[in-house]
């Protein structure tokens, strides 16, 4: 599976930018797709997962009511939507496919086994 993240960008706080993420190849080998991100100097954390079949999501507390995950299946294509963009959400993102992932371990960065290249979202204050 490949991935490829877009739509990162310099934003002004209180703004909205969409990431996009299109899988390519065995997408069959992944059932659930995130989206991570890394701030300078700070670990990988998760932000949002959604999986394909279903479209059951689940987010991290400090985006829950400004982002939105969503997917087009048929596009194997799925999306970020970042509202109310604060300055402490710069940080390159990232997405991330995995199989046989359960609600419980969809936010375990360590579970998922396809990466994309990141794309970096700055906030500005």
């Known amino acids: 599976v490949q991935l490829q993240a877009s739509g990162g960008g310099l934003v002004q706080a209180g703004g909205s930018l969409r990431l996009s993420c299109v899988a390519s190849?065995?997408?069959?080998?992944?059932?659930?797709m995130g989206w991570f991100r890394q701030a300078p100097g700070k670990e990988r954390e998760f932000v949002a997962a959604?999986?394909?079949?279903?479209?059951?999501?689940r987010y991290a507390d400090s985006v829950k009511g400004r982002f939105t995950i969503s997917k087009d299946t048929a596009k194997s294509t799925v999306y970020l939507q970042m509202n109310s963009l604060k300055a402490e959400d710069t940080a390159v993102y990232y997405c991330?496919?995995?199989?046989?992932?359960?609600?419980?371990?969809?936010?375990?960065?360590?579970?998922?086994?396809?990466w994309g290249q990141g794309t970096l979202v700055t906030v500005s204050s």
């Open positions: 190849g065995r997408t069959f080998s992944s059932t659930v």
């Open positions: 959604i999986k394909w079949s279903g479209g059951s999501t």
């Open positions: 991330a496919g995995g199989s046989g992932l359960i609600w419980s371990t969809m936010a375990r960065s360590s579970e998922y086994g396809y």
